[in-house]
């Protein structure tokens, strides 16, 4: 479903964990490490529960404890208010779990 892209500066301005994605996409990013490797797929599969009910996918990479994420709408072509919603939900959760790398 596409929808308006956000700007860039101001869904970083509320996201103060993410970074831009150094690429030729809108996109942001996040790296979090995990105590261990179940930790980390313990926290991508509530990530993923949440992906399939809202309809909207992180593209992630994951070694061991460490998760790589790239937040976008690829639909909108940018950024959009469903990145934002995954975004803040990934922090709730790493706020407990993991920390940043
Ligand atoms: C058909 C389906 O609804 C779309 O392809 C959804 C699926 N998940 C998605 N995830 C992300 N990150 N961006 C999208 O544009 C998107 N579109």
Not at 23 to 47: C, K, P, Q
Not at 66 to 90: K, Q, S
């Amino acid at each position: 479903m596409a929808q308006t892209p956000l700007d860039l500066d101001q869904v970083l301005a509320d996201l103060p964990q993410w970074r831009a994605h150094a690429g030729d996409r809108t996109a942001i990013e996040r790296s979090l490490r995990f105590a261990d490797f179940n930790a980390a797929f313990g926290f991508m599969t509530r990530v993923a529960l949440l992906a399939e009910t809202i309809d909207h996918h992180p593209e992630w990479s994951n070694v061991y404890n460490r998760v790589d994420i790239l937040l976008t709408t690829h639909d909108a072509g940018g950024l959009t208010e469903r990145d934002v919603r995954m975004a803040r939900f990934i922090d709730d959760i790493a706020s407990s779990q993991g920390t940043q790398s």
